[in-house]
């Protein structure tokens, strides 16, 4: 199948909605620029640019270009999970930073503390080069009454990582269910929430425990808890079976390469970067499907470099950009024409993740209202300190 099928395929099979928010999406990746592309305006060559942002996606030349393009200097303030830029705009009202960066389905925990502004659409040059599918992603869950608050950046997901030397079970066979066997005791991986979320995923596709792919846990307080009281007494059970939590992308690497983990549930980012590099490692989706996610860009209330604001998105949404974007994090873009730049490595390895008909079985993280987030990480945290 080549790469440009399995975007087709990709996107057909999508039906988006606010509880299924991005079934659709691209497999797309990412060249090196061989010079800057920015949407030259009479402000572009000065000011600066305060950016909350994932540790690893903006790599490379990706900012330095931008800099030296305009003359913007842009601060970078980076952050390894939605939590953790959550609690930093909750402290300062989001003071000091322009744009963040929130994951698509958290848009009612960002509503919720109001730090947010809308786009001004009529600045945005390049957003009709935003794949549709990505683009009403972030409208289904991110437009309110004064507008569009979010833009897509890129999209991943979080399926299974493993050391191909290490790891000996049958990838054909591969699952959520795989990181409880026997063969991986003490070698294994995952955010605490996630290593959750798998079990349950695992669960209701043998049967055990019907959930509706674990979606009925998104209806109210007492349906969560129902769900979730019996995975976590499994987790807490076989947590001997954990080597370590990953928190970032770094660590996620080290527990791969340094901390003896054979089989993890990751993003996938870390363990695709280590592939690319030579290392013996590598990442499938399990039969249960991947768990997809879009991260994009939210312009801060507090914003005071708008004009930079609006010239760094126009330069984002450049296909050669979204390009570099991806081949240096090993996340996929969503600017139409990128595929078409991306290496030959990047291509094999989305095609490695996604083998047979896992494009069809995607399951995208549901909108996370404030009490699910909160109860969740009341579970996450009983798990992690059983």
Excluded at 138 to 158: A, T, V, Y
Excluded at 208 to 230: T, V
Excluded at 306 to 318: P, S, T, W
Aim: include cysteine; aromatic fraction near 10%; charge should be negative.
């Amino acid at each position: 199948m080549s790469k440009i099928q399995s975007t087709k395929e990709l996107l057909q099979a999508a039906q988006l909605s606010r509880r299924s928010v991005m079934k659709a999406a691209a497999a797309v990746g990412a060249v090196g620029l061989s010079a800057p592309l920015v949407t030259r305006n009479a402000l572009s060559s000065s000011g600066e640019l305060n950016l909350l942002m994932w540790s690893d996606e903006f790599p490379g030349d990706v900012i330095p270009n931008f800099e030296k393009a305009t003359g913007i200097k842009v601060n970078q303030t980076p952050f390894s999970q939605n939590e953790e830029q959550i609690n930093k705009l909750q402290a300062t009202g989001g003071e000091g930073f322009d744009l963040c960066q929130p994951t698509v389905s958290r848009a009612p925990q960002f509503k919720d503390i109001d730090v947010t502004a809308p786009y001004d659409m009529n600045k945005l040059k390049n957003t009709g080069k935003i794949l549709p599918s990505m683009l009403k992603a972030s409208e289904d869950l991110w437009k309110w009454d004064d507008g569009l608050h979010h833009l897509p950046h890129c999209w991943g997901s979080e399926a299974l990582s493993f050391r191909t030397d290490l790891y000996k079970g049958d990838l054909s066979k591969l699952s959520f269910g795989s990181l409880w066997q026997e063969d991986v005791k003490g070698h294994t991986q995952g955010r605490g929430h996630s290593f959750l979320l798998g079990i349950g995923l695992w669960w209701d596709a043998e049967g055990k425990m019907p959930s509706n792919r674990m979606l009925d846990s998104y209806k109210d307080e007492d349906s969560f808890k129902k769900l979730w009281d019996p995975i976590l007494a499994f987790a807490i059970e076989h947590k001997s079976w954990v080597k370590q939590f990953w928190d970032s992308a770094d660590n996620t690497k080290s527990g791969l390469m340094e901390n003896d983990v054979w089989l993890g549930q990751t993003w996938d980012g870390p363990p695709l970067t280590l592939k690319k590099e030579g290392k013996p490692v590598s990442y499938q989706a399990p039969k249960e499907g991947a768990i997809v996610w879009i991260d994009g860009i939210t312009m801060i209330k507090a914003a005071k470099n708008i004009d930079q604001v609006y010239e760094f998105l126009n330069y984002l949404h450049a296909p050669e950009v979204s390009a570099a974007v991806a081949d240096g994090s090993n996340y996929n873009p969503v600017i139409e024409g990128a595929d078409a730049l991306t290496s030959e490595a990047f291509k094999k390895n989305f095609q490695d993740a996604y083998p047979g008909d896992a494009l069809k079985n995607l399951w995208p993280w549901p909108a996370e209202p404030s009490w699910f987030a909160e109860l969740r990480s009341q579970y996450e945290a009983k798990f992690k300190a059983a």
